[in-house]
């Protein structure tokens, strides 16, 4: 089953990337990335000027979808934690709320335990902001409020656009 698209609220996206930049500091990460599970990158902070994001962004993706095949080889729904070790940098990745990816670089300065003692108490705080988004979407929807950007756009507006 996918989890249904979500419409992000300037509210909720502003409640994640405050909590993401309280995990950068507290973690004594280099760089956090949020990215859905589709490959979109939702957002990030840290020094993300030095990473080709769109890249990340779906090869991370594919790699949760890969090891998602093998951990269903096994007879496991899925692995929830993944970390890959580099001479220099490590990357933390983890799945949050069961739609979106969490993925934290990291070096020296900080070790395994603290990150994961810190991306468990993230993931909590963005789990709750995510349900709370969910609630607001299908509220939206019930309500026939829905707010789709593109909605009441014509095509005669989309010609006028272009010509």
């Known amino acids: 089953m996918s989890n249904p698209q979500l419409i992000m609220y300037d509210e909720e996206f502003k409640q994640i990337n405050v909590a993401l930049d309280k995990l950068l500091r507290e973690a004594n990460a280099k760089v956090i990335f949020l990215v859905d599970k589709n490959g979109q990158l939702i957002t990030g902070c840290g020094e993300t000027e030095r990473f080709d ?48 990816i969490l993925v934290v670089l990291f070096d020296t300065r900080s070790s395994l335990g603290l990150v994961r003692l810190r991306v468990k108490k993230a993931s909590e705080e963005l789990t709750a902001i995510f349900n709370r988004l969910l609630q607001k979407n299908e509220e939206k929807e019930k309500s026939g409020d829905s707010e789709f950007p593109f909605a009441e756009i014509t095509d005669d507006d989309i010609d006028n656009l272009f010509s």
């Open 53 to 100: 994001t769109t890249s990340l962004a779906s090869l991370t993706a594919g790699n949760i979808a890969a090891t998602g095949g093998l951990a269903k080889l096994i007879g496991e729904k899925e692995f929830s934690i993944l970390f890959h070790e580099g001479e220099k940098d490590n990357l933390h990745i983890s799945i949050v709320a069961g739609r979106v």
